[in-house]
């Protein structure tokens, strides 16, 4: 394959300064639909188990396969990049994903639907530090934070707009239709790509740590299932042993094979700059509360406030729009402001606007709730820009893709076992709680038998026979008790995720002080 060289300054020379926004829209417009594709599956998941026959415990393979490969392809970037230039890699990667969706789409098996989307995260995964490192490269380092805050906009309209679309697109589409709506989007900018990436590559490429992918791979495999199917098959059931054991085994072993002198997934070289260091602790825990939240409030809402799915999916969209919108002047301010004190200040508002869900509930009017989610968005544009912004400041140019590579890994990293870690610890809550209100249920607890009462009384109006009467009054009776029991597990949920948020503010400290002195 001949590999034509083209230089930023060379597409510069040809273009103009309109280069700037041409490799910015081409770039973004791949990242959206990657990440847009992320999100508006999981509202199919029930479609999903009914077309294949398969339960829960086999349809969370979708999430887990496509987070696990997004993950670790995330630390693909420098490698792609040496190999096969920012262009081709760019080109290779849509390529990627196009197939993962044909594949998914079509597929007559759930294994083959797991197979492709495995493509699109492997994909999905390498796109992001790609588009974000070219963007870096292409603005002046007095606009890259305006340029990064465009980038993340991109990103957070992407969440944004899944789960609605998703929902939208179920109403009146076969399910299979989710895989296959923007791949319209990524054709058109498949030709932008071929013209305005930059084309420069590593001579003689460089070798690839297939076996530290592979470890790093089987781990955050581990480590997930672990987590989702803990609470079914029991912590200490064989299973659940064997794969965290194994687990923990693989992750020792990527841990020691980075060290070696070999090329490697992660540069440890990276982690001798103590910017980036407390960078990648902060992205950690604030990855923690974005995914996590961003799942938590459309189910809180379905779930716990009984709205359908394309109601629950605009619980978070006005929030998202906020933030769409504040992310070029929050960008801006990256260039200007103390970066520390800024992230400070961001994770403060989202702690602000999650814990007051804590005691939200289905009394809470939805428009609270996106007024909550639209405080939490807020802060999240005075974080992502400068975070970003901070880490590849921080590193020298031939370490910009390795860096960018780790900090989307960790951010990844720190998401998605969060939000696994949160759905178990919401789970175990319910049963706490709903195994408490059941204990109060005696003869001695008026409200209960004044509720057994008044249902029994409607359902003796409504004509039910006197045999059922009182089963149903129980029965109903339990769905109050759940009903309860999930209302508090979701407010412990979300003062876990405020704390999270508080959490991320003292690293965010510590690099104020550091960068103060």
């Not at 926004?21 to 992320?38: E, N, W």
């Not at 098959?233 to 693989?250: A, E, F, N, R």
């Not at 260091?277 to 779930?303: D, H, K």
């Not at 893709?401 to 759905?423: H, K, M, P, Y």
């Amino acid at each position: 394959m001949a590999f034509q060289t083209e230089t930023v300054d060379d597409l510069f020379a040809r273009f103009g300064k309109n280069y700037r926004v041409l490799v910015t829209v081409s770039g973004m417009a791949a990242s959206f639909v990657m990440v847009l594709s992320g999100t508006i599956v999981n509202v199919a998941i029930p479609d999903v188990m009914g077309a294949y026959g398969v339960g829960q415990y086999q349809a969370q393979l979708l999430a887990t396969s496509f987070n696990v490969a997004m993950t670790t392809c995330q630390l693909l970037n420098a490698w792609v990049v040496a190999v096969l230039g920012q262009r081709y890699g760019y080109i290779a990667t849509l390529i990627l994903f196009t197939t993962g969706s044909v594949v998914a789409g079509l597929a007559d098996s759930f294994g083959m639907l797991v197979a492709g989307r495995v493509m699109q995260g492997m994909a999905t995964g390498i796109i992001q530090p790609l588009i974000m490192v070219t963007v870096f490269q292409v603005f002046p380092e007095e606009r890259r934070g305006f340029a990064l805050g465009i980038y993340s906009m991109g990103l957070v309209l992407a969440i944004a707009l899944g789960p609605p679309v998703g929902g939208l697109a179920l109403e009146v589409l076969n399910w299979r239709y989710i895989f296959w709506l923007p791949l319209p989007l990524l054709i058109i900018s498949l030709p932008f790509g071929m013209v305005f990436m930059p084309s420069v590559r590593k001579s003689g490429g460089q070798a690839f740590d297939w076996f530290g992918y592979i470890l790093i791979a089987v781990t955050l495999f581990c480590i997930m299932t672990v987590l989702t199917d803990g609470p079914r098959k029991g912590w200490t059931s064989d299973h659940i042993l064997i794969l965290g054991m194994l687990g923990i085994v693989c992750g020792l072993g990527f841990v020691k094979s980075q060290r070696r002198d070999k090329e490697t997934l992660i540069d440890i070289s990276l982690f001798q700059n103590k910017h980036f260091v407390i960078v990648l602790f902060v992205t950690f825990f604030s990855g923690i509360g974005n995914f996590a939240t961003t799942y938590a409030f459309p189910v809180f809402t379905q779930l716990v406030q009984g709205l359908s799915p394309l109601d629950a999916g605009f619980s978070l969209l006005p929030g998202m729009l906020l933030a769409v919108c504040l992310v070029p002047f929050t960008g801006h301010l990256a260039d200007k402001l103390e970066p520390g004190k800024a992230m400070m200040f961001g994770l403060f508002v989202l702690g602000i606007g999650t814990m007051p869900m804590a005691w939200a509930d289905v009394n809470t009017p939805l428009f609270i709730v996106m007024i909550y989610g639209a405080i939490g968005r807020f802060g999240t544009t005075f974080v992502q820009p400068f975070l970003i912004t901070t880490a590849l400041r921080s590193l020298p140019s031939e370490k910009l893709n390795a860096g960018a590579g780790t900090v989307n890994f960790i951010r990844q990293t720190g998401g998605s076992l969060g939000t696994n870690a949160w759905v178990v610890f919401v789970d175990q809550r319910t049963f706490y709680h709903s195994e408490g209100f059941a204990l109060t249920q005696n003869p001695s607890n008026a409200s209960s038998r004044e509720l057994i009462s008044a249902v029994t009384r409607l359902l003796n109006e409504a004509g039910v026979a006197e045999a059922i009467q009182q089963h149903g009054a129980y029965h109903y009776l339990g769905q109050v008790i759940y009903a309860q029991g999930i209302t508090r597990a979701f407010q412990d949920g979300f003062m876990i995720l405020a704390i999270a948020y508080l959490i991320a503010v003292m690293p965010a400290w510590v690099l104020s002080r550091t960068r103060a002195k």
